[in-house]
C-alpha cells in the first residue's frame, strides 16, 4: 500500500513568507508526528497527533510553527515569516499504534 | 538537554566487519528503543526495536543489546556490507508511548 507522502518535496522561499507543509499519512494511523532535522543533524521533534487527543505541541520552536490534523487524515504544518534558520527538511512520521513509525520523504524548505 | 545521546559520530569500517553504534539515556520511563536507517534524501525507516524485557533482539544481520541497569543500548550490524553505508538513528519513547527522542545520528560508511 501507499507509504507516509509529504509535498512539496523542495520549497525555496524568501524571508518573511509563510509556508504551509502538508502530510498524508498511511491510511488508519492514529499517529501523527512532525519533525525537523537540520544538515548533518538529528530529528528534533515538533508535534504529535494521536486520534482525537489534543496534540502535543511540545516541541514546536516559536508562535511562529503551527500544526493541524483533520481527524486522522492530512496534516499541515505552517511556519509564518519564514526565517533563515527554518531552513531544513521537515519529516512527517504515522504510525498505527504510537510505537514504530512510518516516515514520509520529507520536505527540504530552503529559506532565502 | 540531550534525552538520547549517540555516538560515534561518524564510523568507517571494512566489508564484513561488524560496526557498533551506542546510544545512553536517562530517563527510565523510556520502554520502547526503536533503531532507524535512512539514506541520503530518504526518510528514516525502522530497522529494528526492543523493549526492556529483553536483553538482547537479532533481525538478520542486525541486533540490538540492551543493558537495563546501565541505561545503555547498541546496535550491531554483522557482516556488513557497502550498501548498508547510511545514517543510523537511536530513539527512545516513553510507555505513553507519545514524543520520540532521537540521537544525533552515526554516519557509517562501509568500504568495500
Known amino acids: 500500500g501507499a507509504g507516509v507522502s509529504q509535498s512539496p518535496s523542495n520549497k525555496v522561499t524568501e524571508k518573511g513568507k509563510d509556508v504551509e507543509l502538508r502530510c498524508d499519512p498511511i491510511s488508519g494511523h492514529t499517529a501523527l508526528y512532525w519533525y525537523r532535522q537540520r544538515l548533518g543533524q538529528g530529528l528534533e521533534f515538533l508535534i504529535y497527533?494521536?486520534?482525537?487527543?489534543?496534540?502535543?505541541k511540545s516541541g514546536l520552536p516559536s508562535d511562529r510553527f503551527s500544526a493541524e490534523r483533520t481527524g486522522e487524515s492530512v496534516s499541515t504544518l505552517t511556519i509564518q515569516r519564514t526565517q533563515q534558520e527554518d531552513s531544513a527538511v521537515y519529516l512527517c512520521a504515522s504510525s498505527p499504534r504510537g510505537d514504530e513509525q512510518f516516515f514520509g520523504p520529507g520536505t527540504r524548505l530552503t529559506v532565502l | 538537554q540531550q534525552q538520547v545521546k549517540q555516538s560515534p559520530q561518524s564510523l568507517i569500517v571494512q566489508k564484513g566487519g561488524i560496526p557498533i553504534i551506542n546510544c545512553a539515556y536517562e530517563?527510565?520511563?523510556?520502554?520502547?528503543f526503536p533503531w532507524y536507517q535512512q539514506f541520503p534524501g530518504k526518510g528514516p525507516a525502522l530497522l529494528i526495536a526492543?523493549?526492556?524485557?529483553?536483553s538482547e533482539k537479532k533481525e538478520g544481520r542486525f541486533t540490538i543489546s540492551f543493558n537495563k541497569s546501565a541505561k545503555q543500548f547498541s546496535l550491531h550490524i554483522m557482516d556488513s556490507q557497502p550498501g548498508d553505508s547510511a545514517t543510523y538513528f537511536c530513539?527512545?519513547?516513553?510507555?505513553?508511548?507519545?514524543?520520540?527522542?532521537f540521537g544525533t545520528g552515526t554516519s557509517l560508511t562501509v568500504i568495500p
Open positions: 526492543i523493549r526492556p524485557d529483553v
Open positions: 497527533f494521536q486520534g482525537n487527543s489534543a496534540p502535543d
Open positions: 530513539a527512545a519513547s516513553p510507555n505513553t508511548g507519545n514524543q520520540f527522542y
Open positions: 530517563n527510565t520511563a523510556f520502554d520502547y
